[in-house]
């Protein structure tokens, strides 16, 4: 009895840890650098300097969460005439190494041909740690032009935070 005590202690006082350790709302996110499919560096601030950001930050497993908030924050974007700059970075940590980093760069150039914009490479998992990103988990952080933290989440949006999210957007534009 004491064991399955034990057991259920850490198994809940570890989902709790995974959801406190994502970044905050109201924190500043740390810079990191970025990379795009030819491998030029740059940093999360001079890709949105002086206006918010939104960062959608996935690995190879998260990329089909959030379609439907994605889709949304296009539309809205388009209407916001550039005050919020969409950052889409991958996770790539993992494949940081000959032959699978070139295959890696050739799927981030089809998948921004695909969408219509630049996807970044996180190679060192700086990103992962600044965001505190998790595995398998789609993550959306709204910052400022100042990156400060508007919104910060993880795993598939309800359609109530997605209406949250993109009010958040609008406010940003202003």
Known sequence: MMRWVLLCTFAISL???EAAALIRAGSTL??????????????ISA????KAALIVFEDKDAGGQNKSFKKRFDAL????????????VADVSKYDYWPAKGFVKDALR???KKVGVKVYADWSGKGRTAIAA??????????????KVLWASAGQLTKLQEDKLLDLVKDAAR
Do not use: C, E, M
Not at 47 to 50: E, V
Not at 77 to 88: A, D, E, Y
Not at 134 to 147: E, F, I, M, T, W
């Open 47 to 50: 890709l949105h300097a002086g």
């Open 30 to 43: 740390g810079d990191f650098k970025v990379h795009d499919h030819r491998d030029k560096a740059f940093t």
């Open 134 to 147: 998790q595995a398998k988990r789609s993550h959306l952080v709204l910052v400022d032009r100042n990156r």
């Open 15 to 17: 989902v709790a840890f």
């Open 77 to 88: 974007n388009k209407t916001l005439g550039g005050k919020v700059v969409l950052i889409p």
């Open 110 to 112: 089809d998948a921004g």
